[in-house]
């Protein structure tokens, strides 16, 4: 995990933090299969995906053998641009 999502998650509440790091965690074994709470960014964003943790959303890439979270964020209403900006 990235510094900024590390910032990112100090900034939550305690509530909505573990729920974010479990599905985090769970990312180790299930971070290239597309689902309804997870899925490729378009094109403008590749290679980066979307987990989606109720009204957050955590930002990622992976390889083989890592999986690199650049970013948590609250969405809301927002769309993918207005709440990930490209690194």
């Known amino acids: 995990m990235l510094d900024k999502a590390e910032d990112d998650l100090k900034k939550l509440r305690a509530r909505f933090r573990k729920p974010i790091l479990d599905a985090i965690?769970?990312?180790?074994?299930?971070?290239?299969?597309?689902?309804?709470?997870?899925h490729p960014l378009s094109r403008d964003y590749?290679?980066?995906?979307?987990?989606?943790?109720?009204?957050?959303?955590?930002?990622?890439?992976?390889?083989?053998?890592?999986?690199?979270v650049d970013s948590v964020r609250?969405?809301?209403?927002?769309?993918?641009?207005?709440?990930?900006?490209k690194p």
Not at 46 to 68: C, F, M, N, S
Not at 76 to 82: A, S
């Open 25 to 38: 965690r769970h990312l180790e074994y299930t971070a290239d299969i597309e689902s309804k709470n997870c």
């Open 46 to 68: 590749a290679p980066y995906w979307e987990l989606r943790i109720g009204p957050h959303r955590a930002y990622y890439k992976y390889d083989e053998e890592l999986v690199l």
């Open 74 to 85: 609250y969405k809301g209403r927002k769309t993918t641009d207005e709440v990930f900006k």
